[in-house]
T-cell receptor, first 115, second 108 residues
Framework: SQTIHQWPATLVQPVGSPLSLECTVEGTSNPNLYWYRQAAGRGLQLLFY??????ISSEVPQNLSASRPQDRQFILSSKKLLLSDSGFYLC??????????????FGPGTRLTVL | AQRVTQPEKLLSVFKGAPVELKCNYS??????LFWYVQYSRQRLQLLLR??SRESIKGFTADLNKGETSFHLKKPFAQEEDSAMYYCALNFGNEKLTFGTGTRLTIIP
């Protein structure tokens, strides 16, 4: 069966420090991968998505970047964190094919606090 | 612009009463709509999709193209329905656009 992992589960970082959040998927090949930020009152905001290795689409211009170095690995990064980067970050995957991407499977999330 | 709107951030309903979570969208094409749910300490997951015309855990949702709505309904609320609910829409590509969510609390 397919599983999705995220780490770390929680992270406290000072302003200006770098960031690297990792997401990996097991049990499937060639998934679509997604990074979201979940904030109270603002819902679920899509940050990046990827349909293949090295293919990244950015949805919201900001202080973050994403990379997909391997088929089932998706990394969210920042060179210098801002206070506004605090939030709950979710990774998700979906299968390819018509309508398959409509069912997305979410990871447990990473709670990031920037101080 | 393509948008999904959930007008209620919070909704409290007594156990046994009917539940309606509102979702409106703006899109000129033929949308595909979904409801996702996140129970306490669980992962966000798909609840139902309009194309399946299914009832999951007693919930149903009807797409009303005239009113551009996709409200989620249940005739009799149960305590285990307390959760965060997100309406989501696919605009014909590889991604979903989510609403801001409604936190549903069922009062015993």
């Amino acid at each position: 069966s397919q599983t999705i992992h995220q780490w770390p589960a929680t992270l406290v970082q000072p302003v200006g420090s770098p960031l690297s959040l990792e997401c990996t998927v097991e049990g499937t090949s060639n998934p679509n991968l997604y990074w979201y930020r979940q904030a109270a009152g603002r819902g679920l905001q899509l940050l990046f998505y990827s349909v293949g290795i090295g293919q990244i689409s950015s949805e919201v211009p900001q202080n973050l970047s994403a990379s997909r170095p391997q088929d089932r690995q998706f990394i969210l990064s920042s060179k210098k964190l801002l206070l506004s980067d605090s939030g709950f970050y979710l990774c998700a995957w979906s299968s390819r094919g018509p309508r398959s991407y409509n069912e997305q499977f979410f990871g447990p999330g990473t709670r990031l606090t920037v101080l | 612009a393509q948008r999904v709107t959930q007008p209620e951030k919070l909704l409290s309903v007594f156990k046994g009463a009917p539940v309606e979570l509102k979702c409106n969208y703006s899109y000129s094409g033929s949308p595909e709509l979904f409801w996702y749910v996140q129970y306490s300490r669980q992962r966000l997951q798909l609840l139902l999709r309009h194309i399946s015309r299914e009832s999951i855990k007693g919930f149903t949702a009807d797409l009303n193209k005239g009113e551009t709505s996709f409200h989620l309904k249940k005739p009799f609320a149960q305590e285990e329905d307390s959760a965060m609910y997100y309406c989501a829409l696919n605009f014909g590509n590889e991604k979903l656009t989510f609403g801001t969510g409604t936190r549903l609390t069922i009062i015993p």
